[in-house]
């Protein structure tokens, strides 16, 4: 326990309970590490947890294996055939605002390599590829008054090619790059964006609808609305209003999917007979230490105003009570007339509740949360009232937010079940990433894939949990938004330093088209299963790492080149600054001798 620590005095704590010295009956509580270490003992050791043991089975036999990318990430073409420009072109040509100034011109020029994209998805045997449509490139001013026909057809030849190869298309209607044109008009904190996105799904359903049977109208709404117009951290860039805009596009973005789905229920489903739902991103969350109430609390907020802000109005009517009376509360307090979270009409909760075909889920990671006061501050992160870390212990990523928890997806696929009255679920992204170095062998990203689709193999089997398709993000390295090409999250790896940008297979590629090949994890006690033959073995073709190169000076230099600039910058500089020290010094001496 605390105590008498010498020279410290009562102000260093060694024990394993704390003592309130203030309190004349010193009364003992146990700390988290007193759990932890009951849990030693009681353990005889540190014997592999339940949640990390291997699950031996497989899938249903029609689970749909998958793997995803995004338009402005993969197309390049930022102007070709009179394409539009997008709030991600706009955002990526700003100075400052992605990691060494990179863009989405080229990227992987998927815009040209329809063949080699394709070829891709046949090594990794994948039964479906999820991509989305670049609105402002069939719709160069976002509306329908001109549509760009050699847009479309870029989308008609990659469905064709994909379809000629038995893989299933998955599209995604918007993944974030809305057409500059209808930004300038306030994008989506403009209510006329809904009947402008209800056109634009008109027309693509229209058009490619008869080929397509997998849609998702919108990704990812929590990043388009606190990401991109609360920290400003994504297209377009809003930071000034963080506690009242977040909270007014995800209103829309709600509504404009709800419109996106009835058309598509009303007016296609009966001949085109297809599937359409949004797709919603949560990490999971654990309570910073379990015994505190407090932090349970606080995990608890974090994933209701994360899934449960865009899930809680689609699959079971309007925003969760939680959500209301928080953000309510909080706006009265600080003097507001009402509640900075838009109300929905009965109307509205009726027309967006049970717009799903299936539950569409994005899932990276997981945290532990732990209570903060924001005081008055009016901000998504304070009405949540809660910060969050990592666990030390988690094995890292190529991104700071990313932490190998696998854990955590089987707890919140179990959320999910419980919560949205255990719907249909279809994962439509799950990845890891890498920085630094090229290396084909990336062993993390194999580990990271075999724990997490296990921890979904688990779910399925010993939780019923309703899970329909697994999707790995993503298919290639690609412009990773903010982070620019820094961050690979690519089952292929993409040649920048050769023109033709080719893509060469990483080890993760052999270990995903096993899994698939196996549907989920054949038992190894039951003797070679046949279906660990006829997978792809990782390509050993030589590679000439794209030199890593940074923005020095308004120029483009590799690390060691800028690394030598700047030492001798500082170089000249403390020169210059020498030599001023002594002009002074020398000035001061003549004048004392005159």
């Known amino acids: 326990m605390d105590s008498f620590e010498w020279l410290n005095g009562y102000k260093v704590g060694f024990g394993l309970h704390h003592v309130d010295f203030t309190n004349p ?50 197309e390049g073409g930022w102007r070709a055939d009179g394409k539009g420009l997008s709030i991600w072109d706009k955002f990526a040509h700003t100075p400052l605002r992605v990691y060494n100034d990179d863009n989405g011109d080229i990227a992987c020029d998927s815009y040209n390599k329809v063949e080699e994209d394709v070829a891709e998805l046949k090594q990794l045997k994948v039964t479906h590829y999820r991509f989305s449509i670049s609105w402002p490139r069939v719709l160069p001013d976002g509306t329908t008054k001109h549509i760009n026909e050699a847009g479309l057809n870029y989308y008609h030849r990659l469905v064709d090619a994909l379809l000629a190869e038995n893989i299933q298309p998955h599209i995604t209607l918007y993944h974030w790059d809305l057409p500059q044109a209808l930004q300038d008009i306030g994008g989506w904190e403009n209510e006329t964006i809904i009947v402008k996105f209800r056109d634009y799904a008109d027309l693509i359903f229209s058009r490619l609808g008869h080929k397509v049977k997998f849609w998702i109208t919108i990704n990812e709404p929590y990043n388009i609305a606190n990401i991109g117009h609360g920290y400003g951290a994504a297209a377009p860039g809003i930071s000034f209003r963080p506690g009242t805009l977040p909270y007014i596009v995800g209103h829309n973005l709600l509504k404009a999917h709800a419109e996106a789905w009835h058309l598509y229920n009303d007016t296609y489903r009966a001949k085109q007979k297809g599937i359409i739902s949004i797709t919603i991103n949560s990490d999971w969350s654990e309570p910073r230490n379990p015994y505190k109430q407090e932090d349970i609390d606080a995990a608890r907020r974090v994933v209701q105003f994360y899934i449960g802000w865009f899930a809680h109005p689609v699959f079971n009517g309007d925003y969760s009570n939680m959500m209301k009376t928080i953000i309510r509360e909080r706006s009265l307090a600080a003097g507001l007339s009402k509640s900075r979270l838009p109300e929905f009409t009965p109307e509205e909760i009726k027309r967006i509740k049970g717009t799903y075909d299936y539950f569409g889920f994005n899932h990276y990671t997981t945290v532990l949360a732990f209570p903060v006061n924001y005081g008055n501050l009016q901000h998504y992160d304070a009405d949540r009232g809660a910060g969050t870390i990592a666990d030390r212990t988690w094995l890292d990523s190529g991104s700071s937010w990313l932490k190998v928890s696998p854990f955590g997806f089987r707890r919140i696929l179990n959320f999910i079940k419980k919560e949205y009255g255990n719907p249909r679920i279809i994962i439509t992204e799950n990845g890891m990433s890498e920085r630094g170095p090229i290396d084909l062998n990336d062993i993390h990203r194999s580990y990271y894939y075999e724990k997490y689709i296990n921890q979904v193999l688990k779910a399925y089997l010993l939780d019923n949990v ?101 030492s001798t910058t500082f170089a000249l500089l403390a020169v210059a600054v020498l030599g001023a020290i002594c002009l002074s010094c020398f000035l001061y001496k003549a004048n004392k001798t005159f």
Request: a neutral charge.
């Open 466 to 566: 309703d899970i329909r398709g697994y999707t790995a993000w993503s298919l290639m390295d690609n412009l990773e938004w903010a982070t620019g090409f820094s961050e690979r999250f690519g089952l292929f790896y993409v040649n920048h330093s050769d023109p033709k940008l080719p893509r060469v297979a990483k080890t993760s590629v052999t270990l995903y088209s096993t899994i698939i090949n196996c549907n989920g994890f054949p038992d190894p006690a039951m003797g070679p299963h046949e279906c660990l033959n006829s997978v792809p073995k990782p390509t050993s073709a030589p590679i000439t790492p794209a030199p890593d190169t940074v923005s020095f000076l308004g120029m483009k230099l590799s690390t060691s080149d800028a690394e030598i600039g700047l």
């Open 25 to 74: 009956n010193r009364p003992r509580t146990p700390k988290y590490s007193a759990h932890f270490y009951y849990q030693v003992i009681k353990d005889n050791g540190f014997p592999t947890p339940d949640d990390e043991k291997q699950l031996y089975g497989h899938f249903r036999k029609d689970f749909m294996w998958s793997t995803a990318t995004a338009s402005y990430q993969i």
